[in-house]
């Protein structure tokens, strides 16, 4: 079973930026699919960024131009970069990945392996 660990979030002021970083465990390389999903406080789990081994990614309009999503083969981590954060990007951000992605890339329904999650907090 694949396990996965997120690493990297933090309190931030608005405007300011945080890198999460996902490691897979050792026995698995490159998951085929990856993203980054978070749990707002209040809101349902939605998906913010995802990638796949083929180099495709695809982001959530709030976050396009402010998130980049990618894959460090050298580290065997799956990194997110966020810059300009806002009160609004708060919350439990979880990495995730499946070897079949039976829905879209940033569909929670998609993804079969999860991390416990870390916390990014953003204060206005």
Known sequence: QIQLRES?????????????SCTPSLHIINPPFMAWLRQAPDKGLEGVAAYDISGNTAYEDS??????????????????QMIELTPEDTGVYYCASTNFLLWGPLD??????????????VAS
């Open 108 to 121: 929670r329904r998609s993804y079969e392996y999860w991390g416990p999650g870390t916390q990014v907090t």
């Open 8 to 20: 990297g979030g933090g309190s931030v002021q608005a405007g300011g930026s945080l890198t999460l």
């Open 63 to 80: 976050v396009k131009g402010r998130f980049t999503i990618s894959r460090d083969a050298a580290r065997n981590t799956m990194d997110l």
